[in-house]
Structure formats: structure tokens, C-alpha cells
């Protein structure tokens, strides 16, 4: 029997989790539902009779918002990886399940990976449907989010990839901080992130004329391939780490870290 990780045995493991955490899921996407539809109908009060270009742009701007508070919902969200593990009780069930490190930090990645995403998707998409309808009978027409977005980053690619490089290693930055921190994840994941932006903001305005020479005027695309693999490797890099920390975990921890 393959001891490190074993397909049905992953599988179990995968519907246990969802079956045990499936009300954590469902609130956080019904919130993230009601409150999309709701700021996505106050955009659209005053428009009564209004030209479809103006519902558009209205659309367009509520649009970006939107994006960019799912954006930061699914960031955030990684500092949630291991909220199954914030008791004693919690800890025992989940770390002496039958199944290995491996197997038991892919399950808990896939949720904030994966599961949580396709919710937060499935939620912008609800608030699209409600926006949609609410234009069309208050105002006679509409036009999508989705389609918004899709044209705007569809002809945007560099916008595109900075937006990727932001996303993934911000996203696996608070995976980290959600592993090693052993209590209060989500505020010490911003006190750290506060305290490295400060930090690099000083290194950047140190070396400010080097950062111009190195990526003022650059030709081609290599500074957006830049950018992508370095953050994208930043990410490999912390996600490995979060895993290494997993494994050091015990199922009676009373300090602050998983350490």
C-alpha cells in the first residue's frame, strides 16, 4: 500500500472534510452572495430610463469592485486553511485521521485553493443574474459582468499578469501565515504583511534608482514574465513551506505557532 499518498484513501479523506466543513463553505458564499447583490442593485437605483451606455459604464464600475473585493476574499481566505484546527478536540480528529501528511494538507489546500474560489465565482455569478434582471425591468436592459470583465482583460494580457503575480503569491503568502500561526491567523497575517510592506517600501526607496534602470522602457514582454515567475515562484516556495509546517504539527499545541 502506497503510504504516502493513496487515491482512495485521499478521496474518503476529501468527502470527510467537505461533509464536516460544508457549513463553513456555505456561509461564507451565501454572505459573499447577498452582499454582491446587494451593493450590485444600490449601483443601479438611479438609472431608471437611462441610455445602455450609461448602464454599462455604471456595470463596468460596479464590475471592478466586485473583482476586486472577490479578489480579496479569496487572498484572505487562505489564512482559513487550518480553521479546522482551532480546538484540541479539532486537532485530534483531524490529524489522527487515517491518511497521510500529504494527503491531509492536499485536502485542506484544495478547500482554500479550489473550493473556496468556485465559490466566491459562483457568488459573483448569482449577483450578476440579480443585477442583470434587476436592470432589465427597472431599466429595459443589461449587460453582464462576466462579459465586462472578459473584455477588459481579454484585450489587457499585462494587466492580466500583474493581476495573476498579485493574486498568487498574496494568496499563498496568508496559506503560510494561515499554517504557521496557530491562533488568530487572519489578524496576525495582516500585522506580518503590514510589517513586510513597510519593510520593502524601505529597500525600494533605497534602491529606487536601480529598480528605474532595471525595468524603465524594458522592451518585449520580459518584465511581465518577470514578474509572473517571480511571484509564481515566491508562491511555490511558501505553499512547500506551509507543508513543511503541517508535517511539525502536534495534536496538542498551546503556543502561538505550529512550531
Known amino acids: 500500500m502506497n503510504t504516502t499518498f493513496d487515491t482512495h484513501r485521499f478521496a474518503r479523506l476529501f468527502k470527510w472534510n467537505l461533509i464536516s466543513n460544508k457549513r463553513h463553505y456555505l456561509q461564507g458564499m451565501v454572505a459573499i452572495a447577498v452582499a454582491f447583490s446587494f451593493v450590485s442593485v444600490a449601483h443601479l437605483t438611479d438609472l431608471d430610463g437611462e441610455s445602455a451606455h450609461r448602464i454599462a459604464l455604471r456595470v463596468d464600475s460596479f464590475a471592478k469592485t466586485l473583482l476586486f473585493c472577490a479578489c480579496v476574499y479569496v487572498m484572505l481566505s487562505g489564512t482559513s486553511i487550518f480553521v479546522n484546527l ?23 489546500f484544495i ?8 465559490g466566491a465565482l459562483a457568488a459573483m455569478a448569482f449577483a450578476d443574474l440579480i443585477q442583470m ?25 499585462s494587466e492580466m499578469g500583474f493581476v495573476y503575480g498579485m493574486m498568487i503569491s498574496l494568496h499563498a503568502f496568508y496559506v503560510f501565515c494561515g499554517t504557521f500561526y496557530s491562533k488568530h491567523q487572519f489578524p496576525l497575517a495582516l500585522c506580518t504583511q503590514f510589517a513586510i510592506f513597510f519593510l520593502a517600501l524601505f529597500i525600494g526607496i533605497e534602491n529606487s534608482d536601480w529598480l528605474i534602470v532595471t525595468f524603465h522602457d524594458s522592451n518585449g514582454d520580459c518584465p511581465l514574465w518577470a514578474w509572473m515567475g517571480g511571484h509564481s515562484l515566491i508562491a511555490l516556495v511558501l505553499y512547500v513551506a506551509s507543508y513543511k509546517i503541517f508535517c511539525r504539527m502536534q495534536a496538542v499545541n498551546n503556543k502561538w505557532i505550529n512550531l
Open 86 to 108: 482551532r480546538s484540541k478536540q479539532q486537532r485530534i480528529a483531524f490529524l489522527l485521521q487515517p491518511a497521510s501528511n500529504l494527503e491531509k494538507f492536499l485536502v485542506r
Open 133 to 157: 434582471l434587476y436592470s432589465t425591468l427597472s431599466c429595459g436592459q443589461s449587460c453582464s459582468i462576466f462579459t465586462i470583465l472578459y473584455n477588459h482583460f481579454g484585450h489587457n494580457p
Open 111 to 118: 478547500g482554500v485553493v479550489v473550493v473556496i474560489p468556485l
